[in-house]
């Protein structure tokens, strides 16, 4: 079993960056596929980004493609999500999700294929 645990989210102006963070506790880091996800004030879940065991390879979605970057540090049971040009349309509850898996990352871009998850942090970007 892995623990989830995210950081760093807050309030920052459209254009503006902030990085999240997943810190992991429990088995290890590296056997697990990691993805960001975030949902809105009533809306849907959505899938934003994924990273393979290894850190190999990533996916995004289309809408944070060229903003985002997903990346881990398997050393400190970390992983994290830099985002770039917010706009106030990523004003969203981030969670990581965690899943003990082999493959690319763009295998796990659906929430059921998670077995792990944070609690989320909250990113709210003002225009």
């Known amino acids: 079993q892995v623990q989830l645990v995210e950081s760093g989210g807050g309030l920052v102006q459209a254009g503006g960056s902030l990085r999240v963070s997943c810190a992991a506790s429990g088995r290890t880091f590296s056997t697990y596929a990691m993805g960001w996800f975030r949902q809105a004030s009533g809306k849907e879940r959505e899938f934003v980004a994924a990273?393979?065991?290894?850190?190999?390879?990533?996916y995004y979605a289309d809408s944070v493609k060229g903003r985002f970057t997903i990346s881990r540090d398997n050393a400190k049971n970390t992983g994290y999500l830099q985002m770039n040009n917010l706009k106030p349309e990523d004003t969203a509850v981030y969670c990581c999700a965690a899943v003990a898996a082999p493959g690319s990352a763009s295998f796990y871009t659906g929430s059921s294929q998670y077995r792990y998850w944070g609690q989320g942090t909250q990113v709210t970007v003002s225009s």
């Open positions: 990273i393979s065991r290894s850190g190999g390879t990533t």
